[in-house]
């Protein structure tokens, strides 16, 4: 059966009034395959969005669709006093079988949500009122979930936060250096080993669980076109226990730095204040209610822990011969632990500025 074939057979399966009228790839997500099914439904065309699971990485897709359902569940009842609640979280749509998501013949998963209209998503972020609208929304989105009734979330991918065996993952990759290229990541290397108390500042903080996005790039939320607001956070695989600080450190990573994950001028690489600034305004000023006073303590040390993370990660997968992360070229994976470094780098000459403003504001949020 051919690519096409499978895909609309999969959009079909799906509990949807209506005939099939058009299927497209949809979004950049380099993860699962997305595409944009529209119906014709009495003359009016309805949009759904499609995905097709990549079990790979999430190893068990019914615990994740199950995670899916009760996150999103649980937050429509909290919006259900918002005349736009259905365009504020993602709802799943079952299969003709009432599952909540279908297997295909060749035991690929897929789900389907309806398509959120007049919203859409940015792979960078602009400026500081998209910055503060994004950490405004997965704020919201934390705190709307510190009432998620038990059990706990399933964790679909096992210590996906946990820094310090991230760290044990390095040191085992450089005592193997399997692919003699250890030599080539020298002065990255020496890097990551002088920094490594940095692994354990969040663990050893004794803060309390929280269930978390995990994934908060700029990318996963919808941002609604007249407004600008931050409307729907997306991407819900990662949704599972963790720490706050880990979903606001990624921001930091993700948001404040104008130069690409690979930037090969490191000199673009650079933490920029108004950006920081814009995340914790949007941030404090949607989770100051639940938020403990060691969690707002910890927020630029946050942002410190999760980029050393990143770059341990990715300078792993360039010791190990790129298993994970996809590559361009030649040393990719080295040229994104440089990029982490100089953010890091950059982070750590402002961090007292960066600490007195978020101390400011936590003492006040507004």
């Known amino acids: 059966m051919s690519v096409s074939a499978v895909v609309h057979e999969a959009a079909r399966s799906f509990d949807i009034e209506g005939d099939l009228v058009s299927i497209e790839r949809y979004g950049s997500g380099h993860i ?25 990485i999430f190893k068990q897709p019914l615990l994740l669709m199950e995670n899916i359902h009760r996150v999103t569940t649980h937050v429509a009842e909290q919006l259900s006093d918002d005349p736009d609640s259905d365009r504020r979280v993602l709802t799943l749509i079952p299969d003709r079988d009432g599952l909540l998501c279908h297997v295909d013949r060749e035991g690929e998963f897929w789900r389907a949500y309806k398509f959120i209209e007049r919203a859409h998503t940015y792979d960078t972020i602009q400026s500081p009122a998209q910055a503060f609208q994004a950490a405004k929304a997965f704020g919201q989105f934390q705190r709307m979930l510190v009432t998620l009734p038990a059990p706990r979330l399933h964790e679909t991918i096992p210590d996906f936060h946990n820094t310090p065996k991230r760290l044990e993952a390095f040191l085992r990759a450089l005592g193997a250096d399997p692919c003699n290229r250890a030599a080539e990541a020298r002065d990255e290397i020496a890097y990551a080993l002088e920094y490594q108390a940095l692994a354990s500042i969040l663990t050893d903080a004794d803060l309390p669980e929280r269930t978390i996005h995990a994934d908060t790039k700029i990318n996963n939320v919808l941002l609604d076109d007249a ?25 930091v990573r993700t948001a404040t730095s104008p130069a690409a994950e690979d930037e090969l001028n490191l000199s673009k690489v650079r933490m920029q204040m108004p950006m920081f600034e814009a995340l914790v305004r949007g941030y404090l000023g949607s989770t100051a209610d639940f938020l403990s006073a060691g969690e707002k303590t910890l927020l630029v040390d946050a942002g410190k822990l999760i980029t050393y993370e990143q770059a341990l990660r990715f300078l792993t997968d360039f010791i190990l011969g790129d298993p994970y992360y996809k590559i361009a070229r030649e040393k990719h994976n080295l040229d994104r632990t440089r990029t982490q470094i100089a953010l890091l780098k950059s982070i750590n000459e402002q961090e007292d500025a960066m600490q007195r403003f978020v101390d400011r504001i936590a003492a006040s949020p507004s």
């Open 227 to 251: 407004s600008g607001e931050g409307l729907c956070v997306i991407d819900l695989d990662t949704v599972m226990p963790g720490l706050s600080l880990h979903d606001f450190g990624d921001m």
């Open 32 to 56: 699962n395959d997305s595409y944009c099914a529209a119906f014709d439904r009495g003359g009016a065309t309805t949009r759904f969005l499609m995905q097709r699971i990549n079990h790979r």
